[in-house]
């Protein structure tokens, strides 16, 4: 069964720091990957995906994402953080078999101190 | 990108009323919709999947009773929390997936509170 887990429930960078968000995954079928963000009261925007096809993965507001395979691993990396990259990130898998269920990870919350 | 707005974005009821959640995917058609609860600090959880024009499947431990689910149109899906309890008080999330990227676009959530 495919599953995802996020390393570190909170992080906390200083603005201009590097953004490191640890997610492996678990899956026997080559995975469909993704990154969301949420902010405080709202739904989930997009951040990246990781469809099979490069696999660096260059999203919005700066992010990125490595798929590396020998290492079942997904991590979401952004060069220099901001104060408005504070949130919530969540990984996510697609469950096989169909459907498009999405299986999401923990979480890690995101903090920027000036 | 697509659009999936809920309705209403934040409910108070009392203990024991009905209260409906409608999601609806405002430039594109949705077959297929997810709805998730989530409780203050914690991850989604997905609670059914709303199938147009036949029955909702629900995961292991929801009650269908409970959440009542209609996905009337390729643009609507509802979700009826029924004698709503303080319990039930949540963030409830509604997505849509897109083909075929298989990724999926979220509504922008509702707050229940029940008192």
């Known amino acids: 069964a495919q599953s995802v887990t996020q390393l570190g429930s909170h992080v906390s960078v200083s603005e201009g720091a590097l953004v490191l968000l640890r997610c492996n995954y678990s899956?026997?079928?080559?995975?469909?990957l993704f990154w969301y963000v949420q902010y405080p009261n709202q739904g989930l925007q997009l951040l990246l995906k990781?469809?099979?096809?490069?696999?660096l993965v260059k999203g919005i507001n700066g992010f990125e994402a490595e798929f590396k395979k020998s290492e079942t691993s997904f991590h979401l990396t952004k060069p220099s953080a901001h104060m408005s990259d504070a949130a919530e990130y969540f990984c996510a898998v697609v469950l096989s078999g169909g459907y498009n269920k999405l299986i999401f990870g923990a979480g890690t919350r995101l903090a920027v101190h000036p | 990108g697509a659009v999936v707005s809920q309705h209403p974005s934040w409910v108070i009821c009392k203990s024991g009323t009905s209260v409906k959640i409608e999601c609806r995917s405002l430039?594109?058609?949705?077959?297929?919709m997810f709805w998730y609860r989530q409780f203050p600090k914690q991850s989604l959880m997905l609670m059914a999947t709303s199938n147009e024009g036949s029955k909702a499947t629900y995961e292991q431990g929801v009650e269908k009773d409970k959440f009542l689910i209609n996905h009337a149109s390729l643009t609507l899906s509802t979700l009826t929390v029924t004698s709503a309890h303080p319990e039930d008080s949540s963030f409830y999330i509604c997505?849509?997936?897109?083909?075929?990227?298989?990724?999926?676009?979220f509504g922008p959530g509702t707050r229940l509170t029940v008192t």
């Open positions: 899956s026997s079928v080559p995975p469909y």
């Open positions: 997505s849509a997936p897109v083909q075929p990227a298989r990724e999926q676009y």
């Open positions: 430039d594109f058609q949705a077959t297929t």
């Open positions: 990781y469809t099979s096809a490069a696999t």
